[in-house]
């Protein structure tokens, strides 16, 4: 991606409209907070703020790892002891920022935060124009193993393009021999996420699917009306960016929505988000933040204060 003045310009202000979405969920995860509730909130945020939310509002607990949104009914009430994953995402005429941050709820597993969170601070210092990525997954690590966790192999940061999340290159969480040589040339955005675990060190795919993205390609068949109308609004209003079904449901009965979703899906139109489950039912912590690499330096646009 090309990055001149003004893309910089959006990527830095949505990183920093990211980064108070997540500290006020941070303030709004306790004993007793619901999901929906605090997701729905940091989602109105980011429009209050003038930007867009980049995906549904993500808000994961214990052993799962990822991908958890609320659903148009089903809800999560956080409990004494959880330790809890909020991820969020803004857009910016599609210039994205992308952060978490993991809340201790309860005060018991200060380690496992502190292990992702110390990875990600490894990262932020190292971080500089065409750095190898093996040299990111070299320095998470050993931080994550030094606080007597692991990391979670299969997920990984990875870079951004407009209107894209995952854009096409993964940065794993260990110094992985196939990118020993690859760099992170100027004009990259990269989102950086170490995830530590009690557990294997794998997540699998559980749950619901609450997550969709357009594809941007043909239906294998034919779709019916509504499938038709619930597509056509998609590509204005999210283009390629993930949505959830809690949003079209202001729209059209949510029952409707839901299964109209699955069989976009199944027609190839739209991509599916799993829900990520530690496969050994391990407690998963995780931290992120997104930077922006250019030719003399690197924004952490997700943290303001990290300074460049
Ligand atoms: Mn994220
Ligand atoms: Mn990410």
């Known amino acids: 991606m090309a990055l001149d003045e003004e893309?910089?310009?959006k990527l830095v202000k949505a990183g920093e409209i990211a980064a108070r979405t997540r500290e006020l969920g941070a303030r709004l995860v306790r004993e007793g907070s619901r999901a929906s509730e605090v997701c729905s909130r940091l989602e109105e945020y980011i429009v209050e703020n003038g930007a867009r939310p980049a995906f549904p509002c993500n808000f994961s607990v214990n052993h799962v790892a990822a991908h958890y949104t609320p659903g148009v009914s089903d809800d999560v009430v956080v409990k004494e002891g959880d330790i809890v994953k909020v991820d969020v995402g803004v857009s910016i005429d599609g210039f994205i920022a992308d952060t978490a941050v993991t809340v201790d709820v309860g005060g018991s597993h200060e380690g496992l935060v502190r292990a992702s969170e110390e990875a990600l601070d490894a990262v932020v210092r190292l971080m500089r124009p065409r750095i190898r990525i093996y040299e990111i997954g070299k320095a998470i690590e050993p931080v994550v193993k030094r606080r007597?966790?692991?990391?979670?192999?299969?997920?990984?940061?990875?870079?951004?393009?407009?209107?894209?999340?995952h854009a096409g290159t993964s940065i794993p969480n260990y110094p992985e021999r196939k990118s020993f040589y690859a760099r992170i040339e100027p004009g990259t955005v990269v989102a950086i996420e170490p995830f530590a675990t009690n557990g294997r060190g794998y997540v699998v795919e559980g749950g619901p699917v609450n997550i969709y993205a357009y594809t941007g390609k043909k239906p294998r068949i034919p779709l019916n009306e509504l499938e038709t109308e619930i597509l056509e609004h998609v590509r204005e209003e999210y283009r390629t960016l993930p949505f959830t079904p809690r949003?079209?449901?202001?729209?059209?009965?949510?029952?409707?929505?839901?299964?109209?979703?699955?069989?976009?899906a199944s027609k190839g139109v739209l991509h599916a988000y799993p829900v990520l489950v530690e496969s050994g039912r391990g407690l998963v912590s995780q931290a992120e933040h997104t930077f922006v690499v250019l030719k003399d330096r690197v924004i952490a646009t997700t943290c303001p204060e990290c300074g460049q």
């Open 148 to 165: 007597g966790f692991r990391v979670i192999r299969n997920l990984a940061g990875h870079t951004i393009g407009r209107y894209t999340i």
């Open 247 to 264: 949003w079209l449901a202001r729209r059209w009965r949510p029952e409707e929505v839901v299964e109209a979703l699955k069989s976009l």
């Open 7 to 9: 893309a910089v310009e």
